[in-house]
Protein backbone atom coordinates (compact mmCIF):
# COMPACT_ATOMS: atom_id res chain seq x y z
CA UNK A 1 0.00 0.00 0.00
CA UNK A 2 2.91 2.61 0.35
CA UNK A 3 3.92 2.17 -3.12
CA UNK A 4 0.59 2.96 -4.51
CA UNK A 5 0.45 6.18 -1.71
CA UNK A 6 4.41 7.10 -3.45
CA UNK A 7 3.18 6.32 -6.56
CA UNK A 8 0.42 8.64 -6.85
CA UNK A 9 0.23 10.85 -3.27
CA UNK A 10 2.26 13.98 -3.40
CA UNK A 11 3.39 14.87 0.50
CA UNK A 12 1.20 17.28 1.85
CA UNK A 13 -1.94 16.23 -0.26
CA UNK A 14 -5.68 15.40 1.58
CA UNK A 15 -7.19 12.48 2.13
CA UNK A 16 -10.50 11.64 2.82
CA UNK A 17 -10.96 7.77 3.47
CA UNK A 18 -14.72 6.17 2.98
CA UNK A 19 -15.21 4.47 5.85
CA UNK A 20 -17.99 2.19 6.09
CA UNK A 21 -16.87 0.37 9.07
CA UNK A 22 -16.75 -3.20 7.57
CA UNK A 23 -13.04 -5.01 7.60
CA UNK A 24 -11.96 -3.35 4.46
CA UNK A 25 -11.72 0.12 5.73
CA UNK A 26 -11.14 -0.04 8.87
CA UNK A 27 -7.92 -2.15 8.14
CA UNK A 28 -7.15 1.02 5.65
CA UNK A 29 -7.72 3.51 8.26
CA UNK A 30 -5.16 1.71 10.58
CA UNK A 31 -2.26 1.75 7.22
CA UNK A 32 -2.87 5.43 6.64
CA UNK A 33 -2.43 6.16 10.46
CA UNK A 34 0.80 4.31 10.49
CA UNK A 35 2.35 5.70 7.30
CA UNK A 36 1.25 9.38 7.97
CA UNK A 37 4.60 10.18 9.34
CA UNK A 38 6.73 8.60 6.72
CA UNK A 39 4.69 10.40 3.92
CA UNK A 40 2.51 13.21 5.47
CA UNK A 41 -1.07 13.88 4.39
CA UNK A 42 -3.60 14.89 5.87
CA UNK A 43 -6.72 12.73 6.57
CA UNK A 44 -10.47 12.89 6.89
CA UNK A 45 -12.85 10.47 6.80
CA UNK A 46 -16.47 10.15 5.37
CA UNK A 47 -19.45 7.59 6.30
CA UNK A 48 -22.08 7.56 4.04
CA UNK A 49 -25.76 6.55 6.23
CA UNK A 50 -27.82 4.34 3.37
CA UNK A 51 -30.47 3.69 5.75
CA UNK A 52 -31.37 0.44 4.13
CA UNK A 53 -30.32 -1.64 7.31
CA UNK A 54 -31.79 -1.31 11.16
CA UNK A 55 -27.82 -1.63 11.90
CA UNK A 56 -27.25 1.69 10.12
CA UNK A 57 -27.28 3.73 13.32
CA UNK A 58 -24.71 1.48 14.41
CA UNK A 59 -22.28 1.30 11.76
CA UNK A 60 -22.58 5.19 11.76
CA UNK A 61 -22.01 5.28 15.64
CA UNK A 62 -18.80 2.58 15.26
CA UNK A 63 -17.32 5.09 12.75
CA UNK A 64 -17.58 7.93 14.50
CA UNK A 65 -16.36 6.61 17.69
CA UNK A 66 -13.13 5.12 15.75
CA UNK A 67 -12.48 8.21 14.41
CA UNK A 68 -12.81 10.02 17.34
CA UNK A 69 -9.85 7.58 18.79
CA UNK A 70 -7.56 8.83 16.30
CA UNK A 71 -7.96 12.17 16.29
CA UNK A 72 -9.71 12.24 12.06
CA UNK A 73 -11.84 14.05 11.33
CA UNK A 74 -15.11 12.29 10.03
CA UNK A 75 -18.05 13.91 7.71
CA UNK A 76 -21.55 12.07 8.19
CA UNK A 77 -23.80 11.88 4.99
CA UNK A 78 -27.50 10.99 4.85
CA UNK A 79 -28.60 9.46 1.63
CA UNK A 80 -31.69 8.67 0.65
CA UNK A 81 -32.51 5.12 -1.52
CA UNK A 82 -35.61 4.73 -3.89
CA UNK A 83 -36.26 1.31 -3.47
CA UNK A 84 -38.50 0.63 -6.48
CA UNK A 85 -35.25 1.99 -8.89
CA UNK A 86 -35.55 0.27 -11.63
CA UNK A 87 -32.05 -0.84 -11.71
CA UNK A 88 -32.12 -2.23 -7.71
CA UNK A 89 -31.48 -1.26 -4.86
CA UNK A 90 -27.69 -2.32 -4.73
CA UNK A 91 -27.38 0.02 -7.94
CA UNK A 92 -29.41 3.25 -6.44
CA UNK A 93 -27.21 2.50 -3.18
CA UNK A 94 -23.96 3.13 -4.85
CA UNK A 95 -25.29 5.99 -7.26
CA UNK A 96 -26.12 7.95 -4.42
CA UNK A 97 -22.80 6.74 -2.36
CA UNK A 98 -20.95 7.83 -5.12
CA UNK A 99 -23.13 11.03 -5.98
CA UNK A 100 -21.23 12.10 -2.26
CA UNK A 101 -18.44 10.99 -3.21
CA UNK A 102 -18.35 13.25 -6.32
CA UNK A 103 -18.61 16.29 -4.06
CA UNK A 104 -15.94 15.30 -1.62
CA UNK A 105 -13.25 18.49 -1.27
CA UNK A 106 -10.16 16.92 -1.32
CA UNK A 107 -7.00 15.34 -3.20
CA UNK A 108 -7.44 11.99 -2.97
CA UNK A 109 -10.89 9.98 -1.76
CA UNK A 110 -9.48 6.13 -0.87
CA UNK A 111 -11.55 3.23 -1.67
CA UNK A 112 -10.98 -0.08 0.42
CA UNK A 113 -11.45 -2.20 -2.80
CA UNK A 114 -9.04 -4.81 -2.56
CA UNK A 115 -7.80 -7.71 -4.91
CA UNK A 116 -10.82 -9.72 -4.49
CA UNK A 117 -12.86 -7.03 -5.47
CA UNK A 118 -10.98 -6.93 -8.43
CA UNK A 119 -11.51 -10.59 -9.48
CA UNK A 120 -15.17 -9.96 -9.25
CA UNK A 121 -15.62 -7.37 -11.20
CA UNK A 122 -13.54 -8.66 -13.84
CA UNK A 123 -15.97 -11.64 -13.68
CA UNK A 124 -18.91 -8.98 -13.58
CA UNK A 125 -17.98 -7.36 -16.58
CA UNK A 126 -16.52 -10.40 -18.52
CA UNK A 127 -20.29 -11.84 -17.78
CA UNK A 128 -21.81 -8.64 -19.34
CA UNK A 129 -19.91 -9.07 -22.34
CA UNK A 130 -17.80 -6.27 -22.21
CA UNK A 131 -14.66 -5.28 -23.61
CA UNK A 132 -11.30 -4.54 -22.71
CA UNK A 133 -12.65 -1.36 -21.09
CA UNK A 134 -14.94 -3.14 -18.72
CA UNK A 135 -12.72 -6.08 -18.11
CA UNK A 136 -9.88 -3.71 -17.39
CA UNK A 137 -12.33 -3.34 -13.72
CA UNK A 138 -11.23 -0.89 -11.71
CA UNK A 139 -7.92 1.74 -11.66
CA UNK A 140 -5.76 2.06 -9.13
CA UNK A 141 -6.14 5.88 -9.57
CA UNK A 142 -8.47 7.21 -11.75
CA UNK A 143 -9.43 11.41 -11.94
CA UNK A 144 -12.87 11.04 -12.93
CA UNK A 145 -14.81 13.79 -15.02
CA UNK A 146 -17.47 15.64 -12.52
CA UNK A 147 -14.92 14.90 -9.23
CA UNK A 148 -13.36 16.93 -7.03
CA UNK A 149 -11.12 14.45 -5.82
CA UNK A 150 -8.92 11.79 -7.83
CA UNK A 151 -10.22 8.03 -6.57
CA UNK A 152 -7.41 6.29 -4.91
CA UNK A 153 -7.75 2.27 -4.72
CA UNK A 154 -3.91 1.60 -2.81
CA UNK A 155 -5.21 -2.30 -1.52
CA UNK A 156 -5.56 -3.12 -5.03
CA UNK A 157 -2.83 -5.45 -5.02
CA UNK A 158 -3.78 -6.66 -1.53
CA UNK A 159 -5.99 -9.77 -0.90
CA UNK A 160 -8.74 -10.25 2.00
CA UNK A 161 -6.77 -12.99 3.30
CA UNK A 162 -4.42 -10.60 3.81
CA UNK A 163 -6.28 -7.78 5.23
CA UNK A 164 -7.98 -9.89 7.68
CA UNK A 165 -4.77 -11.22 9.10
CA UNK A 166 -3.68 -7.53 10.11
CA UNK A 167 -6.99 -7.09 11.21
CA UNK A 168 -6.28 -10.20 14.01
CA UNK A 169 -2.81 -8.69 14.36
CA UNK A 170 -3.45 -5.60 15.87
CA UNK A 171 -6.81 -6.59 17.54
CA UNK A 172 -8.94 -4.12 15.06
CA UNK A 173 -12.62 -4.27 15.17
CA UNK A 174 -15.41 -3.73 12.79
CA UNK A 175 -19.05 -4.42 11.75
CA UNK A 176 -20.13 -6.83 9.53
CA UNK A 177 -22.86 -5.95 6.71
CA UNK A 178 -25.57 -8.71 6.63
CA UNK A 179 -26.51 -7.85 2.98
CA UNK A 180 -22.78 -8.89 1.89
CA UNK A 181 -24.63 -12.41 2.46
CA UNK A 182 -27.41 -12.31 0.82
CA UNK A 183 -26.41 -13.79 -2.39
CA UNK A 184 -29.56 -12.77 -4.98
CA UNK A 185 -26.90 -10.19 -5.16
CA UNK A 186 -24.95 -10.92 -8.34
CA UNK A 187 -21.58 -9.47 -6.79
CA UNK A 188 -22.11 -11.59 -3.77
CA UNK A 189 -23.18 -14.63 -5.62
CA UNK A 190 -19.97 -14.56 -7.19
CA UNK A 191 -17.84 -14.22 -3.67
CA UNK A 192 -19.73 -16.79 -1.60
CA UNK A 193 -20.45 -19.10 -4.41
CA UNK A 194 -18.89 -19.28 -7.66
CA UNK A 195 -15.33 -18.28 -7.01
CA UNK A 196 -14.84 -20.83 -3.59
CA UNK A 197 -15.76 -23.81 -6.40
CA UNK A 198 -13.02 -22.21 -8.83
CA UNK A 199 -10.65 -21.69 -6.17
CA UNK A 200 -11.14 -25.99 -5.48
CA UNK A 201 -9.66 -26.32 -8.97
CA UNK A 202 -8.02 -22.80 -9.88
CA UNK A 203 -6.18 -21.97 -6.15
CA UNK A 204 -4.99 -18.47 -7.12
CA UNK A 205 -8.08 -17.25 -9.30
CA UNK A 206 -8.63 -13.79 -7.83
CA UNK A 207 -5.03 -13.17 -8.32
CA UNK A 208 -5.04 -14.63 -11.75
CA UNK A 209 -8.41 -12.67 -12.70
CA UNK A 210 -6.76 -9.40 -11.37
CA UNK A 211 -3.99 -10.09 -13.35
CA UNK A 212 -5.88 -10.24 -16.37
CA UNK A 213 -7.87 -7.21 -15.17
CA UNK A 214 -4.46 -5.55 -15.34
CA UNK A 215 -3.82 -6.57 -18.99
CA UNK A 216 -6.44 -5.40 -20.17
CA UNK A 217 -5.69 -1.56 -18.58
Not at 38 to 61: E, I, K, Q, R, Y
Not at 80 to 98: C, K, L, Y
Not at 112 to 131: K, M, N, P, S, V
Not at 159 to 164: F, G, Q
Request: proline residues 5%; contains cysteine.
Amino acid sequence: MAAALARHVPPGSQLVLALSGGLDSVVLLHLLLSLRTSHPFGLAAVHVHHGLSPSADGWADFCTQLCAAHDVPLTLERVRIDQADPAGVEAAARHARHRVFDGIAADFLLTAHHRDDQAETFLLQALRGAGPKGLAAMAECRHQSGARAARLRPLLGVSRTDLLAVAHAVGLDWVEDESNRDTRYRRNALRHDILPRLGTHFPAVAATLARAAAHQA
